[in-house]
């Protein structure tokens, strides 16, 4: 079995993937992970390029408040703004390729990673989307924005047309505990509020970092 893995190029966004990525790999599954240049060779399992080379979720935060006053984010959905508007160009044909080339049997993507779902649906891929920052109505938004920039381009399990948002995604991958999945939980900006309108399961949140020296107290 062959899974791949895609993410972000992002510490926040890459990291919560791998003890699943080292789950896979340790059960006999091959596993490849697709993320940035920074990350190539520094994790556990093998990588591959699913960004262009260089290019950090850092760099798209800095398109986005780029010559807004005060520094403020855009007046639309940030959400959309930053990961369909500008990150997605800098992901989607690297990932593509890689999906292309590779021919997975599942892709397990991080939630803020629309190129990657849009990769794996246009090879009709079986997709898992792994929660990062939790599921509300913003990215209801966010994946309904894709399928009407992408659509036609996507297509289920079964190769039958994705229009709707309940086709997009084959499972979601749940590793927030109960109680942070309240609306209104953790910081102004949670995600929070709603179910993802995919078959949902959860699981145990594990937390791994590259080996290196203790931290100071």
Do not use: C
């Not at 596993?31 to 950090?56: I, K, N, Y």
């Amino acid at each position: 079995m062959r899974v791949l893995f895609a993410a972000v190029p992002a510490h926040g966004h890459t990291y919560p993937l791998v003890p699943l990525a080292v789950a896979f790999q340790s059960l006999g599954a091959e596993v490849l992970f697709a993320t940035g240049s920074q990350f190539q060779d520094r994790l556990p399992v093998p990588t591959a390029l699913g960004a262009e080379p260089g290019w950090r979720l850092v760099d798209g935060h800095a398109e986005a408040f780029r010559d807004r006053p005060g520094g403020r984010p855009p007046d639309d959905d940030f959400a959309q703004v930053l990961f369909i508007d500008i990150t997605s160009p800098h992901l989607l044909e690297p990932t593509s390729a890689v999906v292309e080339q590779w021919r997975p049997d599942l892709v397990v993507v991080e939630q803020t990673n629309v190129a990657g779902v849009v990769a794996a649906k246009r090879v009709a891929a079986p997709t898992a989307l792994f929660s990062v920052v939790g599921w509300g109505p913003r990215w209801d938004g966010v994946y309904d924005a894709a399928i009407e920039r992408w659509g036609p381009e996507l297509r289920g399990i079964d190769g039958s047309a994705v229009g709707a948002l309940t086709d997009l995604v084959d499972v979601y991958l749940e590793a927030h505990p109960a109680f942070l999945r309240e609306a209104g939980a953790g910081s102004e900006d949670a995600a929070f509020g709603s179910l993802a309108p995919f078959p949902t399961l959860d699981l145990a949140p594990h937390a791994w970092s590259e080996p290196g020296p203790p931290l100071p107290n």
